[in-house]
T-cell receptor, first 117, second 108 residues
């Protein structure tokens, strides 16, 4: 079954703990993205990566970290520095960055819901 | 900075009525604009993009640079159109900026 796989779907964390959300794709896409979705605020870009071993901060990167060691994987770590981490997190990939060559269409995972207790 | 505004959180229409979901953007350059849709219990997916100039599921959207708008329209709404719709903007940084979304409810 091809596509984007995010895990876990639900995650609970105590305050002060770091947590890592997994995102794997088997679409052979170069670009991957992390968005945060809050009610009434739509999707906000956290980090994105156009190619392996490279990534850029999005609009709300503070308190988050990522790595892109493999083309198919783009894990997101929510650190204890993130002041309001409870949210729904969406991962996406595209065959190239939107605005560049290729279709640029984003393919999304099913999301991970993080709750801080 | 780039910004996408969708002024309506909820739009409720009856089946067969025309639909217009509003989207305004702020960006001084040449943008690429998209509409994404999320049906109940499904993943967020691309509906259409302005450069394609195509009609998908009866929906069309025209980029109006003078008004900085990219409204989504459909002449006759169907119940299966009920979903969450997001307008999105790419300013060339190769990542999309999304609006806050509009929930469309099509009543029978």
């Amino acid at each position: 079954d091809g596509g984007i796989t995010q895990s876990p779907k639900y995650l609970f964390r105590k305050e002060g703990q770091n947590v890592t959300l997994s995102c794997e794709q088997n679409l052979n896409h170069d670009a991957m993205y992390w968005y945060r979705q809050d009610p009434g605020q739509g999707l906000r870009l956290i980090y994105y990566s156009q190619i392996v071993n490279d990534f850029q901060k999005g609009d709300i990167a503070e308190g988050y970290s990522v790595s892109r060691e493999k083309k198919e994987s783009f894990p997101l770590t929510v650190t204890s520095a993130q002041k309001n981490p409870t949210a729904f997190y969406l991962c996406a990939s595209s065959d190239t960055g939107t605005g560049g060559g290729g279709t640029g269409e984003l393919f999304f995972g099913e999301g991970s819901r993080l709750t801080v207790l | 900075a780039q910004r996408v505004t969708q002024p309506e959180k909820l739009l409720s229409v009856f089946k067969g009525a025309p639909v217009e979901l509003k989207c305004n953007y702020s960006y001084s350059g040449s943008p690429e604009l998209f509409w994404y849709v999320q049906y109940s219990r499904q993943r967020l997916q691309l509906l259409l993009r302005h450069i394609s100039r195509e009609s998908i599921k009866g929906f069309t959207a025209d980029l109006n640079k003078g008004e900085t708008s990219f409204h989504l329209k459909k002449p006759f709404a169907q119940e299966e159109d009920s979903a969450m719709y997001y307008c999105a903007l790419d300013t060339g940084r190769r990542a999309l900026t999304f609006g806050s979304g509009t929930r469309l409810q099509v009543q029978p």
